[in-house]
């Protein structure tokens, strides 16, 4: 599947629905015509048609509204000083940024106070749902059951129903024996014999990019380097007894991106949610240093950074930074556009005339000129449309914030 889509309600070619799958699109253009086979125009050229057509729209309206097809980037923000690099070790109750591990275990710790999140992913195994017999801070047992030692070790379980439920239940299991789940961390409220329902989830270790962390502000990245020395034969030498140590800004990578919208959001520490809530606003890196604003943050190289330091931030539990995703080529017949549900009539008539093209190429008798003529009027309606009411919305948001 692609990048998260953008719910759009609105009116379609057909029926109102709000996703955009790929084979369907394709499907109603080789309906406009009885030449528009898949001999004429394959599933995987009309599907890399999709992609340039798609992209080309996105940036189009980006170049109209800034605020076209928002999407939004979170960010945590988790000042503990058992996050610090220099803290963080073996068996330490701290931790850093994730980052793919090249060797093949899936990920890694990335050596930064920026970067992503690491995630956990439900591969395709099935998931177990069992009510426990017996239950420890650390362990659960299903009396009877006839599981094989160790078959779900490094899988996670989570309380699924009742106490302590939730996403924050997840555990990494440490081991298993026939009947009872030992796990890595104890649960912070225990689940109840005969009531409480336990998943036992298979998961993998993933680096998605699609969330951000700070771990101290302001996020600083070192570099270490050496002078080089002779020995007295005249051989150089790194100096690595005297390490010259610089500073970086440190940022958090973004996901494939058009450009960055006007204005995200702050949220700020509470006793629990909903947190309170401010404007984030986006600044030109030459206004780093003096945004005028009290939350802010610019981009650069594809990263975000965040202004100022732990003291304007000291209240902040995360942020949502606005972006255009630019989306990847679709690659499988069932993938999910980018774009919103109501865009479906534009991009058949544009994979339509496409497919004309070929047609008449290959002195196929068709009426280029009516394809044409729908392709602009879907495009430049759906266009109309759409950036009036992002803008629309767009300013009705700063104006409240303001």
Same mark, same amino acid.
């Given at each position: ?28 253009? #080789?309906? #406009? ?14 599907? $890399? ?10 940036? +189009? ?17 988790? $000042? ?77 379980? $989570? ?26 961390? /104890? ?32 996020? $600083? ?25 610089? +500073?970086?800004? /440190? ?34 890196? /030459? ?70 093209? #070929? ?34 919305? #767009?300013?009705?948001?700063? +104006? +409240?914030?303001?």
């Amino acid at each position: 599947m692609l990048l998260p889509f953008l719910l759009w309600q609105g009116s379609s070619e057909e029926e109102d629905v709000n996703v955009l799958e790929t084979c369907a699109l394709i499907d109603r253009a #080789r309906d #406009r015509h009885l030449a528009f086979s898949s001999r004429l125009m394959n599933q995987a050229m009309a599907m $890399r048609f999709l992609s340039d057509i798609q992209r080309d729209i996105i940036m +189009e309206g980006f170049q109209r509204d800034q605020g076209f097809l928002t999407l939004r980037f979170p960010i945590s923000i988790q $000042r503990d000083g058992n996050n610090v690099i220099g803290v963080v070790g073996a068996s330490n109750i701290g931790g850093q940024p994730a980052q793919v591990d090249l060797a093949g275990t899936g990920v890694t710790y990335l050596p930064s106070p920026a970067g992503p999140l690491g995630e956990m992913v439900a591969d395709t195994n099935p998931t177990i749902s069992f009510v426990p017999t017996g239950v420890s801070s650390a362990a659960v047992t299903l009396a009877g059951a006839t599981w094989t030692v160790n078959a779900y070790q490094y899988s996670c379980a $989570r309380i699924a129903t009742g106490p302590g439920s939730g996403p924050a239940s997840l555990r990494r299991i440490l081991s298993n024996t026939t009947d009872t789940i030992v796990l890595e961390d /104890a649960w912070d409220d225990l689940p109840v014999v005969a009531q409480s329902v336990i998943e036992v989830v298979p998961m993998t270790q993933e680096v998605s990019e699609q969330i951000g962390v700070v771990t101290t502000l302001p996020a $600083r990245d070192e570099r270490v380097g050496y002078l080089v020395k002779l020995y007295s034969d005249g051989t150089p030498y790194l100096d690595v007894a005297n390490p010259i140590s610089v +500073e970086l800004s /440190a940022g958090i990578p973004l996901p494939p991106h058009l450009g960055l919208g006007f204005q995200g959001l702050v949220r700020l520490s509470g006793t629990a949610p909903p947190y309170d809530e401010e404007p984030l606003f986006i600044v030109r890196p /030459a206004d780093r240093h003096s945004p005028g604003k009290r939350y802010a943050l610019y981009e650069e190289n594809g990263k975000v950074f965040f202004c100022g330091g732990p003291q304007e931030w000291s209240q902040v539990v995360s942020v949502e930074v606005p972006y255009t995703p630019l989306p990847p080529d679709i690659t499988v017949c069932g993938d999910y556009l980018v774009l919103p549900g109501s865009a479906r009539a534009m991009l058949v008539s544009a994979l339509a005339y496409e497919m004309a093209l #070929r047609a008449q190429a290959s002195e196929i008798k068709v009426d280029i000129n009516s394809f044409k003529n729908r392709k602009d009027e879907d495009r430049g309606a759906w266009m109309e449309q759409y950036v009036s009411q992002v803008g629309t919305a #767009r300013i009705s948001q700063i +104006e +409240e914030s303001n």
